[in-house]
């Protein structure tokens, strides 16, 4: 159905938002959604024509189609999780997800989560913007609508393990928590059920091109997103931590793909596909 796994993102992504704007009563501005997305799809563009020519090379403008489906996949992203208040917030938290790519680099390779940067640099920098982690509420059919759609994008890029490593952790260390507090599994189970913890373990944890190549260093990477995400939450009290440990952790990738060395995933080859593409 998908040639490019991309479309599938900005799909589900795309469907989730509609979701969310019509049956959770979210009170979404569109003109700062559009903020978002054209703060995302200017600063792409502008980056595949600057960071050229400051290299020396010659780049005409219309031989560089900009890589737009990640852009809007990163767009798609600020827009389910962050809310604010003013266009300029909105934005900055736009062109800093993006240029984190081409300015936060290992080589050949961006470290950081460019929506997660975005939010993490929104929440410190600007005095309006916040993330609402129980916009979702805890039913069921959330679960298995996001578990579906997760799933299938993970089978085309690979990277189921990153959010079974990510979820079995957290999953494990609440429940120990929980037992050793005495309290109910229907409890446990309502903490588990959050739409937001499954949008972050299926959609951003897992991005093939910011995250470890190897599946041994992913493993191991989610692994430790997940125990600084609930000492953030359940001894810190940050309801946010789970966005904090993956733009805490995010600079151990370039480590960890030096131990252990594999490939660096790939997105289906397209007609817009280029080596400056990120």
């Known amino acids: 159905m998908f040639k490019d796994a991309r479309d599938a993102q900005i799909a589900f992504l795309g469907m989730f938002l509609v979701l969310g704007i019509s049956t959770r009563d979210w009170t979404i501005q569109p003109g700062l959604m559009a903020a978002i997305a054209a703060s995302c799809l200017l600063t792409q563009w502008l980056a595949q024509v600057v960071i050229p020519k400051l290299q020396g090379q010659v780049i005409k403008l219309w031989q560089l189609p900009p890589s737009w489906k990640s852009a809007l996949i990163t767009a798609l992203g600020l827009c389910l999780l962050l809310r604010g208040n003013h266009y300029w917030s909105m934005a900055l938290a736009g062109v800093v997800a993006i240029a984190s790519k081409f300015l936060l680099r290992v080589g050949n390779k961006h470290f950081f989560n460019p929506a997660n940067f975005g939010i993490i640099v929104a929440l410190t920098l600007t005095p309006d913007a916040w993330v609402s982690p129980g916009q979702w509420g805890t039913q069921a059919w959330y679960l298995l609508l996001f578990l579906g759609a997760g799933g299938l994008v993970l089978k085309w890029v690979g990277r189921w393990e990153t959010s079974a490593a990510f979820l079995c952790t957290y999953a494990g260390l609440e429940a120990v928590r929980y037992a050793w507090l005495g309290w109910t599994a229907d409890v446990y189970l309502h903490k588990l059920m959050s739409g937001s913890l499954l949008l972050f373990?299926?959609?951003?944890?897992?991005?093939?091109?910011?995250?470890?190549?190897?599946?041994?260093?992913?493993?191991?990477?989610?692994?430790?997103?997940?125990?600084?995400?609930?000492?953030?939450?359940?001894?810190?009290?940050?309801?946010?931590?789970?966005?904090?440990?993956?733009?805490?952790?995010?600079?151990?990738?370039?480590?960890?793909?030096?131990?252990?060395?594999?490939?660096?995933?790939?997105?289906?080859?397209?007609?817009?596909?280029?080596?400056?593409?990120?």
């Open 201 to 278: 373990a299926l959609f951003m944890v897992t991005d093939p091109r910011s995250i470890p190549n190897a599946r041994q260093a992913r493993v191991v990477w989610a692994v430790l997103v997940a125990w600084l995400t609930f000492l953030l939450q359940e001894e810190f009290f940050l309801t946010t931590g789970m966005f904090w440990a993956l733009f805490v952790l995010a600079p151990l990738t370039p480590v960890l793909d030096r131990i252990w060395s594999a490939p660096q995933f790939q997105f289906t080859a397209s007609k817009e596909s280029t080596p400056l593409t990120t």
